[in-house]
């Protein structure tokens, strides 16, 4: 988990499906953001609720404890889950260190783009930051480079534009073709809008929801340090 040089040539990326990227990204977040043996290796129900989790997530699931009990095992299949067997309760983890050796800032960067899909420069460095220390926009841009040369993290627009994007590299090809059309890579059409002005309404209460649950969120954190 430190941050020395990890391989160059890893084994070609197969897709993920949506709720194995979700599943992945949720284990990832928690090993880098842990403090205890209790919160990682993670049970099946607190993986169940990472993924239905409301803030830093999107889109938001609700998925039940078979969707994600079976999402663990079809990851494990792949080699990038493992199941630790315990009397009181099974416990999962990832296996991408070991698989992908990423580095612990490689590893959050990664994670944020499973969990969110394709997003900007900047909200990727405050998201990703929540699980380890990115100095600035340049270290930001020295990982991505290298997740970029080994496959990992796919540009959406050359990285030193204005409102840069990237996404992660799991996308089928044709969900692919659709995430690079969005974000200006490619020549498909966006899909219609919904109604102009109810659209963007739509799209504003989401933002709102989104942010009323990490108020909450905060809040609870509060209370429980001053429980403590």
Known sequence: MSDAATPATPAPLDPLEPFERR???V????SQTSKSADGYPMTL???????????NRDPVYDLTEDDVEETLEALAEKGLTMKQVSGRADRWKHQMYDRWGFTRAEMAVVAELLLRGPQTLGDLRGRASRMTDIADMDALKGYLNGLIARGFVVPLMPLDRRGAAVTHAFHPADEMDQVKAQHGGGTAPDPAPRGGGLATLEARLN??????AKLKEAVARLERRSGE
Do not use: P, W
């Not at 933002?207 to 009323?212: D, G, K």
């Open 207 to 212: 933002e709102a929801f989104e942010e009323i």
């Open 23 to 25: 599943v992945l990204g």
């Open 27 to 30: 284990l990832a977040e928690k």
């Open 45 to 55: 129900n607190s993986v169940v609720l990472g993924c239905n989790q409301k803030s």
